[in-house]
């Protein structure tokens, strides 16, 4: 395939209308659900005791409400039971060339395993992103994270692999040391998470280096929202390096499943790699487009590990025909993720989602991406304290009405008041791949800890 001059990677695919896409994920989906009835013990026996088989998918309505729902408890459970990977796998030890895990940032590590057509497959999701931003195959990709079991990441070098492109390793390195590579190897592309690129950027100011001046001509980011979900970290990240800053939306045992679109306000979903559709997460039927409900995702990039009607947890506001504004017909994601069904706490009697409370924080002016939402248990009631570490340049006069207007931007949108404390600029922790910014006190772990602490 020649990709000279295009706009797209793949620009036949990327274009496709509704009914055609629509009918290329039928015929994928029927070939999944017969390769998962005939390589899989574990989907065998979970369709049999629903009462389902392959033959009774005639139609993507027919997918979406027969195919029982598989969800990722469901695989750590076998992975608990049968090490290393479960029931789940459809391939033998000699086909599977790479192991993964995911983050673990929700519970335990879920294993991945991956064959090599899985790896070409979820690599090529990164590139659709990053053609329509611009980068080409003679770009080079600095990649500030290091190289451990974390699948996120990996599957970027994949793309890159895929893309033809050069890959300049930082694992292993100091963020001092991030700096100087930049400077010295003059990559054109930086991979990291978002908030990692905002450490960079600080590390950079504190050595007296301005990166807007590298020869970083773009930023590339996933593991938490990024440029695509809010435009103040968009913000931050263009000027910082001077550069044009894209995000996708990967969810690790699945694929990189949505590339950024190049308007930066959303996501697309990768369709040559996943179906997906929107599920209401307490009915399980399936919403309108542009109501905010969970992302169930079928995905085509894994043959080792099938993920089939997989909840994802994911609560997005999506669209099958996209409103974005740009010649791709993918589904968008509109605002990336916007919480998590799984995650939900009451307070003062409100439903509060932490991901639409950190979104909300993110776009405070002055905020830094370094705040953490404190989760503990008063009586039966839960309790939500938000500790905000204020941007350098923010004078100490500033801090008490930017904590201010985090409470009311919180109590406008969400509907509670919640407590806000600050903290000094520089005191809160820095990670190289997920920002930590929930600290739940309530689990049992985090009790005994302090119970230790206190006793020392």
């Given at each position: ?73 469901d695989f750590l459970q076998m992975q608990e039971d049968f090490p290393p990977y479960g029931p ?104 990291s998470t978002p908030s990692y690129a905002l450490r960079i950027l600080e590390a950079a100011r ?250 020392q």
């Amino acid at each position: 395939m020649s990709h000279s001059g295009a706009e797209h990677w793949n620009q036949w695919a990327e274009t496709l209308n509704r009914e055609e896409l629509d009918a290329l994920h039928l015929r994928r989906l029927k070939r999944v659900l017969d390769y998962a009835w005939a390589r899989s013990a574990f989907y065998r026996q979970h369709w049999q005791r629903a009462g389902f088989h392959p033959d009774m998918v005639q139609s993507l309505d027919d997918f979406k409400h027969r195919v029982p729902l598989t969800d990722k408890q469901d695989f750590l459970q076998m992975q608990e039971d049968f090490p290393p990977y479960g029931p789940t796998v459809a391939v033998g030890a000699a086909d599977i060339s790479h192991h993964a895990e995911t983050s673990g940032s929700t519970g335990l590590p879920l294993r991945i395993p991956f064959t090599d057509y899985d790896t070409e497959r979820y690599g090529e999701s990164w590139i659709y992103g990053w053609w329509v931003l611009g980068i080409r195959p003679h770009d080079s990709f600095y990649f500030a994270f290091n190289w451990g079991n974390y699948a996120g990441f990996w599957s970027a070098y994949w793309g890159v692999r895929r893309l033809g492109a050069t890959v300049y390793s930082g694992g292993g390195q100091t963020t001092e040391q991030h700096v100087r590579n930049i400077l010295g190897l003059k990559p054109t592309v930086l991979i990291s998470t978002p908030s990692y690129a905002l450490r960079i950027l600080e590390a950079a100011r504190e050595m007296g280096i301005d990166l807007s001046a590298s020869s970083l001509r773009f930023t590339y980011h996933a593991g938490e929202p990024g440029p695509c979900s809010l435009a103040s970290v968009r913000r931050k990240l263009d000027e910082g390096f001077g550069a044009i800053s894209g995000e996708l939306l990967g969810i690790a045992e699945v694929d990189a499943v949505a590339p950024g679109c190049r308007l930066r306000h959303g996501v697309h979903m990768s369709e040559m790699s996943n179906f997906s559709w929107s599920m209401d997460p307490r009915s399980h039927e399936e919403v309108a487009d542009g109501v905010i409900a969970e992302n169930v995702v079928t995905t085509y990039a894994n043959s080792a590990q099938p993920l089939i009607n997989y909840r994802t947890h994911d609560l997005v506001r999506a669209y099958n025909r996209p409103p974005c504004g740009c010649d791709m017909t993918w589904r968008y994601l509109d605002g990336v993720v916007l919480g998590r069904s799984d995650y939900m706490v009451t307070v003062k009697g409100t439903n509060v989602y932490p991901a639409a409370v950190e979104n909300l924080i993110s776009d405070v002016p002055g905020v830094s991406p370094y705040f953490q939402l404190i989760l503990s248990r008063e009586g039966s009631f839960d309790e939500l304290l938000i500790r905000l570490e204020p941007d350098s340049h923010i004078s100490s006069q500033e801090w008490d009405g930017i904590a201010e207007e985090v409470v009311r931007r919180i109590k406008d949108v969400v509907g509670v008041r919640l407590r806000a404390e600050v903290a000094a600029p520089g005191s809160l922790p820095r990670h190289d791949l997920k920002a930590e910014r929930i600290v739940d006190l309530r689990r049992d772990e985090f009790r005994r800890e302090l119970d230790r602490q206190g006793g020392q």
